[in-house]
T-cell receptor
Framework: NAGVTQTPKFQVLKTGQSMTLQCAQDMNHNSMYWYRQDPGMGLRLIYYSASEGTTDKGEVPNGYNVSRLNKREFSLRLESAAPSQTSVYFC??????????????FGAGSRLTVL | AQSVTQLGSHVSVSEGALVLLRCNYSSSVPPYLFWYVQYPNQGLQLLLKYTTGATLVKGINGFEAEFKKSETSFHLTKPSAHMSDAAEYFCAVSVSNSGYSTLTFGKGTMLLVSP
């Protein structure tokens, strides 16, 4: 089925370790996004990529880096994980619906715990 | 800058009762407005959207929302709640329809449905 695929679904890290969250979409969308979700905070934008070859900071970019590897893939890297980065991470891509509006399609999420 | 305020982190209704989830937005330009639903341990799914045109928009699962510019509101309603409606609901605003625009989410409202 077409959609947004994130890996891994679950990960436990120790403080200071690094890791990369992978995201791929097969809907030929230009724009891709990384959000984090924390209880009572809603979703906050970390980074986004409006098109292949471009990336921009969102609301909470500190401690993260991203790579738009190609049109399909957008990865999120934590270079030195901190407990404050314990969260659920969602990747999304944006594309036009039949009505012409651009809407986000979300992946299932990656739950990260930093000890 | 754009922002969203959802009144009430939790709303409880009985099965068959009216569902009303409140959302107010702030935007310096005409907004694009969205409601997303998140079921436990899943990603977000689009319920409905307002871009332009008719201010009363209908979505999936019997939900609808009305854009009221004078009140800067986009409240979500459903005439009769089902047990399956229990989930977290997020209101979101965007200031344009382009790929460079980002979505700003509210903090979410958890809908609890009792038998």
């Amino acid at each position: 089925n077409a959609g947004v695929t994130q890996t891994p679904k679950f990960q436990v890290l120790k403080t200071g370790q690094s890791m990369t969250l992978q995201c791929a979409q097969d809907m030929n969308h230009n724009s891709m996004y990384w959000y984090r979700q924390d209880p009572g905070m809603g979703l906050r934008l970390i980074y986004y990529s409006a098109s292949e070859g471009t990336t921009d900071k969102g609301e909470v970019p500190n401690g993260y880096n991203v790579s738009r590897l190609n049109k399909r893939e957008f990865s999120l890297r934590l270079e030195s994980a901190a407990p404050s980065q314990t969260s659920v991470y969602f990747c999304a891509s944006k594309g036009r619906t039949d009505s012409g509006a651009n809407v986000l399609t979300f992946g299932a999420g990656s739950r990260l715990t930093v000890l | 800058a754009q922002s969203v305020t959802q009144l009430g982190s939790h709303v409880s209704v009985s099965e068959g009762a009216l569902v009303l989830l409140r959302c107010n937005y702030s935007s310096s330009v005409p907004p694009y407005l969205f409601w997303y639903v998140q079921y436990p341990n899943q990603g977000l799914q689009l319920l409905l959207k307002y871009t332009t045109g008719a201010t009363l928009v209908k979505g999936i699962n019997g939900f609808e929302a009305e854009f009221k510019k004078s009140e800067t509101s986009f409240h979500l309603t459903k005439p009769s709640a089902h047990m399956s409606d229990a989930a977290e609901y997020f209101c979101a605003v965007s200031v344009s329809n382009s790929g460079y625009s980002t979505l700003t989410f509210g903090k979410g409202t958890m809908l609890l449905v009792s038998p």
